[in-house]
């Protein structure tokens, strides 16, 4: 997502100080790693992006589909501790200039969007539940609701997560994909020799967005699959335990910068 005015990134596990088994930038608290460099590694990506850590604001997650608008007020929450993590939220959104909105992911979906037209902006966290609830959908109505945003402005952008390549399930997730998406599901399923199916996270929420009427051509994918590319990325499934990186988006200060 290149817009002006518009900070949307996805970070990396490269050029961090946590040790092994979450060697690199893990921006993760609660995986067990050791906080003070969990926060040495926010710092950096704080410092890397302009916005200070103190502006930043993460939810609770918990694979639900709520989605909490976030306020000046909450600058700050969850960004150095987990105590005052927004409670129980996957999916955020604000329309307050350089107020960070991070979501955390080893696996899940990150999804970033913006509307530069009402300058608002929302970050979700969509594992398989989310995925199947639609929390990316949600989130485009909230930014209807909250801010009059037009899903026909807003712009998407689908960062690593795991990848159809990798990401086996079983009949009882498969049965939900299908009645979360209906004839769609064909194009989400793929079954495979183990007797069990490929689901593809990607697909799965740009069906959820066009559903919404957020524009094909307003929506991005990575198509990285962070099983397949440990070296760069967290992958829970394929690592076990491990760190997370982040989706962050913002709206950039109109003077001076972020």
Request: some cysteine; hydrophobic content about 40%; charged content about 25%.
């Amino acid at each position: 997502m290149n817009i002006p005015g518009i900070l949307a990134t996805f970070t990396e596990r490269r050029n961090g100080v946590s040790e092994r088994p979450f060697a690199g930038c893990n921006l993760g608290l609660h995986v067990g790693d050791d906080p003070v460099r969990v926060i040495a590694n926010r710092e950096r990506v704080a410092g890397r992006i302009g916005i200070p850590l103190d502006r930043w604001v993460a939810g609770e997650q918990v694979h639900g589909a709520t989605v909490t608008v976030v306020t000046e007020e909450m600058a700050g929450r969850g960004a150095r501790d987990m105590e005052s993590l927004l409670p129980a939220t996957d999916a955020l959104i604000t329309d307050v200039p350089g107020v960070a909105l991070t979501t955390y992911a080893a696996d899940c979906v990150p999804v970033l969007l913006a509307d530069p037209h009402r300058r608002a902006v929302g970050a979700a966290h969509a594992g398989w539940k989310g995925t199947v609830a639609k929390i990316v959908a949600r989130t485009v109505e909230s930014l209807h609701t909250t801010y009059g945003c037009d899903p026909s402005d807003v712009h998407a952008v689908i960062g690593p997560s795991i990848g159809p390549c990798c990401y086996e399930v079983d009949e009882r997730v498969a049965d939900q994909v299908r009645a979360a998406f209906a004839e769609r599901a064909d194009r989400l399923l793929t079954p495979n020799e183990n007797g069990r199916w490929q689901l593809d996270l990607w697909q799965a929420n740009v069906e959820a967005l066009l559903e919404a009427g957020v524009p094909a051509a307003h929506i991005e994918r990575e198509d990285r699959c962070t099983a397949c590319g440990v070296e760069a990325l967290y992958s829970y499934r394929k690592e076990g335990q491990t760190g997370r990186h982040a989706g962050i988006v913002a709206l950039l200060q109109e003077k001076g910068g972020a």
